[in-house]
T-cell receptor, first 112, second 116 residues
C-alpha cells in the first residue's frame, strides 16, 4: 500500500508567482490535512478537507492561500503571489477516519 | 499561544541508554496524543499514540507515559540506538466534532542524537 504522495518534492518560485502543491492520500483515506513547517519549528495546521469539502480552514491565511480536494484527483494547495515568508516545507497527511494521520514526504517551497 | 510545550530542545544519549522527551499541554479538550519521528528531509512518521483512558502504552522500545492530572505526557526510548537519531515531535488533538477537533497541535520538536 503506497504511502501519501506529494509532488513536487522541491519547488522554486519567484516572488509574485503561483505555487501549486499536490497531495495524493493513501488508498482508502478520505481525510486530507495540510500543515506547514518552518525551519526548526513544529508543524502548523493549515486546512482539513474531505472529498469536495473544506471542513476546517482555520489555520490557513485568508489571502493568497486556497485548498481543494476534488472528487477525482489529488488535493491541491495553491499559493498565489508568493512572498519570501511563504518559504517552508508543506506537508500533507491523510487518515482513514479521525486521529491517525499519516504524512507524506513534503514539498519544500523556496521563494526567491 | 503555544498549546503543547516540548522539552528538551535537544538531547544527547549514549547508545543503549534511555531517551526521555517530555510534553505538557494546556487544552483539557485534548484526547489524542501521538508522537512522530522525523528524519532530515523526510515527512514525520507516526511512532506511537495514546488516549487519556490509559496511563502507559508500550510498543517495542517506545513507551508513552501519560499523566492526565498534570497534563503531561512523555516518550521513553529504551536501549537507544544511533538509528534513533532524529527529531521527535509530540502532538495533541481534541475530541468531539467541533471546530478544530481534527487538528493536530505539535510541540516544537526534540533533536535526539544517540552516540556510539
Amino acid at each position: 500500500n503506497a504511502g501519501v504522495m506529494q509532488n513536487p518534492r522541491h519547488l522554486v518560485r519567484r516572488r509574485g508567482q503561483e505555487a501549486r502543491l499536490r497531495c495524493s492520500p493513501m488508498k482508502g483515506h478520505s481525510h486530507v490535512y495540510w500543515y506547514r513547517q518552518l525551519p526548526e519549528e513544529g508543524l502548523k495546521f493549515m486546512v482539513y478537507l474531505q472529498k469536495e469539502n473544506i471542513i476546517d480552514e482555520s489555520g490557513m491565511p485568508k489571502e493568497r492561500f486556497s485548498a481543494e480536494f476534488p472528487k477525482e484527483g489529488p488535493s491541491i494547495l495553491r499559493i498565489q503571489q508568493v512572498v519570501r515568508g511563504d518559504s517552508a516545507a508543506y506537508f500533507c497527511a491523510s487518515s482513514p477516519a479521525r486521529y491517525e494521520q499519516y504524512f507524506g514526504p513534503g514539498t519544500r517551497l523556496t521563494v526567491t | 499561544q503555544q498549546q503543547v510545550k516540548q522539552s528538551p530542545q535537544s538531547l544527547i544519549v549514549q547508545k543503549g541508554g534511555i531517551s526521555i522527551i517530555n510534553c505538557a499541554y494546556e487544552n483539557t479538550a485534548f484526547d489524542y496524543f501521538p508522537w512522530y519521528q522525523q528524519f532530515p528531509g523526510k515527512g514525520p512518521a507516526l511512532l506511537i499514540a495514546i488516549r487519556p483512558d490509559v496511563s502507559e502504552k508500550k510498543e517495542g522500545r517506545f513507551t508513552i507515559s501519560f499523566n492526565k492530572s498534570a497534563k503531561q505526557f512523555s516518550l521513553h526510548i529504551m536501549d537507544s540506538q544511533p538509528g534513533d537519531s532524529a527529531t521527535y515531535f509530540c502532538a495533541a488533538s481534541p475530541g468531539g466534532s467541533g471546530a478544530g477537533s481534527y487538528q493536530l497541535t505539535f510541540g516544537k520538536g526534540t533533536k535526539l542524537s544517540v552516540i556510539p
